[in-house]
C-alpha cells in the first residue's frame, strides 16, 4: 500500500534531505537518487532501495516499483529534499554498495573536481569492463547529482575507493603489486608503442589543470604521452582518459594473453561449447568476418605455440573438405603462418587481432552468465577446476 507523506519533519524527508551533503551520505552509508531515469539506472545496478518518493501528481507508477516502498508527497516537499528551485519528480534513498578491492585494471582520479569529466571517465571505464575508480581525495564523491547524470548511472555498479592524498594512494597501489602509469606531455614513451608486464594497472588521471601529482610523475612505472599536433595544446581530460584506457587495456590483454585464454568458458566446459560458439558467433558477426572456430583456433594457437594442420583438425572438428575454407582466410590476412615443417604458428597480426576481439569475447561470456551471482560464478569454477583435476588423474593411471 502507498503511503502519503505531508510532514517535512517525517523521517523518510529528514534522511532523504539529509542526502544532499557529502556528510550525510559518508554517515548513513545512503545517498539520493534523483529522477525516475536514475532509479531505473539504480535498479538495473542492482542497488537496495529503502523507499521511493514520488510526486502526487505522477499519474502512473511503474511496476517495477511494486515491490518497493513508494510514498507519495507534495511537489514543495520534494522540492525541499532535493534542495532544488525546480521539480524533480522522483527520489529514492538507495544504500551504497560493498566495494571489492579486485581489480585487474582501476582508474585513479589524482585531485580531478569537475563532476562531469568524472561522470564522463566512468561512464568510459565501463564501456571497456573497467569497475573500480580510486580517488586521491577522500572528499570526493561519486553520487553528486551531475556525475551521476553524465555517467549514465555507471557511478552505481563503480568500486570506489578514496585516499587522503597521493602518497596514501601510491602506498596502496605498490602494496597490491599495480604498475603505475601516468600520462603526460612530457612522457619519455608514446603510449600506441609500450609494452606492460603482466601486473594489474593503475592508470592515473591527472587534475583537469596541473596534470599528475608530483608523486605519481616521481613514483610511476611508465610515463607516456598522447602524441598531438604542435597546434593543440591539450584534450579533454575526458577524452584523453578514453584513449588512454583503449590503448593500454589492448595492451594489457596482449601482455597477459595466454592466461586469459585459458581462463575464459569456451575452453574450460567443452559440453557447453557448441551454445557458447554460436553466442560468440553472434558477437563476432557485429565487427568481422571470423567465425568464432577460427577465433578459437587462433586463441589455442597462442597458448599452444605451433600445432599441426592434422591436430586442429582433431581439436576442432576440421574436415578434409574443409580444411581451405577454414585456413586460407586466416594465412592470406597474415594472422596464421607455416614454419619451416608446415606446422602453424600465429603471427604478432594474429596476437593482436585477438587483443582487439577481446571486448567482444568478454561481452560474449557475460551474457552467457548473466543470470549468475557472484557465488555461483566462483563456485562454476571451482566445479570445473575440480572436475579438471580428476581428469588428469583418471588419465594418468595405468
Known sequence: MIQEITSLKDDKIQLAKSLNSLKG?????????????????????????????ISKQTKEIDKRYATLNVCTVSDGLLKKVTDTNYLIPAVAVGN????????????????????????????TCHAFGIDTVMSTRSDMDLFQRKTVDSSRGRVFSTNFKTFSTPADTIAYLKKNNFQIVTTSPYGDRIQSLISLSDKPVALIVGNETEGASDEFMKYADITVQIPMQSEVESLNVGVATGISIYELKLKQVLGMIEKKIKSTLGREINVAASLIQEVLDKELKKVSDLSSSQLVFMMVLKCD???????????????????NTFFEPLISKEFISADTSHNLVITETGVETIGKLWTLIENAENKILSDFSEHEKQELSRLIQKLKNKCVEIINVP
Do not use: H
Not at 559518508?26 to 523507499?51: P, R, T, V, Y
Not at 562531469?116 to 571517465?121: E, L, P
Open 305 to 323: 605455440a605451433v600445432m599441426t594442420i592434422i591436430e586442429a583438425q582433431k581439436q576442432f572438428g576440421i574436415t578434409d573438405k574443409e580444411i
Open 25 to 53: 551520505r559518508i554517515d548513513s552509508g545512503k545517498f539520493l537518487i534523483e529522477g525516475f531515469e536514475a532509479i531505473e539506472w539504480s535498479l538495473n545496478a542492482g542497488i537496495m532501495i529503502d523507499f521511493v518518493l
Open 96 to 123: 551504497i554498495a560493498k566495494q571489492s578491492d579486485s581489480a585487474d585494471f582501476l582508474v585513479v582520479l589524482d585531485n580531478l573536481k569537475d563532476f562531469g569529466n568524472i561522470g564522463t571517465i566512468i561512464r
